[in-house]
């Protein structure tokens, strides 16, 4: 964790730390972390996490004209372009309790742009964009 470029809460990386969701909730954020995990390569747990923390270098090295994900996805195609870019990424693990206020924003569009956009990701790196 130290020296990381990219520190990121991880739901995931010591189990499952998520307390007051629905199990269909768990569920669904587990395995689409594992999915982004297969398709992309990237060597962490949680790859939808939103609670992170950049260095500035990282920051300054993202082309954000290039950003194309609003969603849940955007939380993936940061950490995949970070770490493609070789900065290191470490996990620190948190146990994740559900909000008390408001509603989630999850929608099918937004799985859809997740399931979607993290294929569109990884054949735009291989194809150097």
């Known amino acids: 964790m130290y ?3 990219l520190a ?3 739901r995931y990386s010591n189990g499952v730390n998520v307390v007051n969701w629905p199990m269909s909730r768990v569920l669904l954020s587990f395995f689409a972390s ?7 390569g990237m060597p962490i747990h949680d790859t939808t996490a ?8 990282v920051l300054e090295a993202i082309d954000f004209e ?26 620190v693990a948190v146990i994740f309790t559900d909000r008390k206020a408001g509603q989630s924003k999850m ?9 979607f956009g993290v294929l569109l990701l ?8």
Not at 107 to 115: H, K, L, N, P, Y
């Open 122 to 129: 990884k054949l735009s790196s291989l194809f150097g964009r």
């Open 3 to 5: 020296g990381a470029d």
């Open 50 to 57: 939103g609670f992170k923390c950049y260095r500035r270098a």
């Open 66 to 91: 290039k950003i194309r994900f609003v969603g849940y996805a955007f939380q993936i195609e940061m950490k995949f372009r970070a770490w493609r870019k070789g900065f290191n990424l470490a996990e």
């Open 107 to 115: 929608s099918r569009g937004i799985i859809r742009e997740a399931v």
């Open 8 to 10: 990121i809460g991880s």
């Open 34 to 40: 594992k999915y982004v995990r297969f398709v992309t």
